[in-house]
């Protein structure tokens, strides 16, 4: 009768053991953080940038130098030629031509503190990408993302120039509220994306996988269409911030004692009053903040018949955001836009994305918990 052979033998007669050392596990979690860094940095780029735009710093600086611009004046020579430069601009010659070599270094530091933030953010994000990418640990499907991230970034980086570029010819003493609105949308949509990643990153996807079956299709679909005005929103503010519109009437709830000022349609042509006319771009902003509200709202109750104890919460929460953002933008308002209110304004907005887009996830993917007892 034959020898039984080793279903593990070779026809050497040599047996080969089975490797028992485990695949290596995507770094999830790793990337998460570093995600989450990468969004503190572009939350505080978008407040520093608020700054900047509060304290008409953003023209300080008329060149753009994406490596060697990283390093500031380091001696009185250095400073001389900076300011030099900027006594060049329309914003120098027109509007602060008795400006002092102090005052100058004001605005200068908070525009170069935007612009190296958001150099810093290039390289957080670069140096976490390819620590990754070389350990082979991103997760299937991830790859894109993380760059495209990256791209976004870089995207923002050219449309930031084109920004200020526009304030530095002809009569332009700011820069041009449209391409600041653009400047801002894009940092809420890499703000946006970063956050999304995350949140989904933080649960295995088994679990994105096994949640999918409880999803909850008509929140859901409301609270994008919810993201979709607040972002509307929040180009509207960007507009109002790129013309000072927000201390052109500082009366509420009427303008002016106008629910409408009269003022509105009085420049052309007809389309720039949208972009140039403090009077309609305040109103617009005001008007789209009510109904966004009220929509807010609407999704907020249809949120509470929700069997999800944490989608109910979260939406709640998002609720509780958004009426303070409605006091807030009042508050600015009233108090002509000052810089300390209108920071705070705009870091609610931030806040108030984020939390929206939260609930939105957890409606996406509810969270299996206690259902909710009749």
Do not use: C
């Amino acid at each position: 009768m034959p020898e039984k052979r080793n279903i593990f033998e070779e026809v050497s007669g040599k047996e080969q053991t089975v490797d028992t050392v485990p695949a290596k596990k995507p770094a999830r979690r790793g990337i998460a953080i570093w995600l989450m860094v990468l969004f503190g940095l572009v939350a505080l780029m978008i407040v520093v940038g608020g700054m900047t735009r509060l304290t008409d710093s953003g023209l300080s600086i008329t060149e753009w130098k994406p490596v060697t611009g990283a390093i500031p004046p380091l001696n009185l020579a250095d400073w001389a030629s900076e300011f030099d430069k900027y006594k060049a601009t329309p914003e120098f010659e027109l509007v602060n031509s008795t400006m002092t070599m102090a005052e100058f270094k004001g605005i200068y530091w908070w525009e170069w503190g935007h612009r190296f933030l958001g150099r810093f953010v290039g390289l957080v994000w670069a140096a976490g990408f390819f620590w990754f990418l070389l350990r082979r640990s991103i997760p299937v499907g991830w790859t894109g993302r993380m760059v495209l991230v990256g791209a976004l970034g870089g995207l923002q980086g050219a449309v930031g120039w084109w920004m200020v570029a526009s304030g530095l010819t002809g009569r332009m003493v700011d820069v041009a509220s449209y391409r600041l609105a653009v400047h801002l949308g894009l940092a809420f949509v890499i703000l946006g994306l970063i956050a999304w990643y995350v949140m989904e990153l933080r649960r295995e996807s088994a679990d994105l996988l096994q949640a999918r079956r409880r999803r909850e299709t008509g929140l859901m679909t409301l609270s994008t269409v919810l993201v979709a005005v607040l972002f509307a929103q929040i180009l509207l503010g960007a507009l109002v911030a790129g013309i000072d519109a927000g201390r052109s009437f500082p009366t509420w709830p009427l303008m002016a004692g106008e629910f409408m000022p009269s003022e509105s349609f009085g420049y052309t042509p007809l389309w720039s009053n949208f972009f140039e006319n403090p009077a309609l771009v305040q109103f617009n902003h005001r008007l789209l903040g009510y109904l966004a509200f009220i929509f807010g709202v609407f999704v907020w109750l249809k949120a509470r018949k929700s069997p999800m104890e944490m989608v109910r919460g979260s939406f709640l929460v998002m609720m509780l955001m958004m009426l303070a953002q409605v006091v807030l933008g009042v508050i600015t308002v009233l108090y002509l836009a000052r810089v300390d209110i209108a920071i705070t304004h705009q870091i609610g907005a931030v806040i108030l994305f984020v939390l929206v887009l939260r609930a939105r996830f957890l409606a996406a993917y509810p969270v299996e918990q206690k259902i909710k007892r009749g």
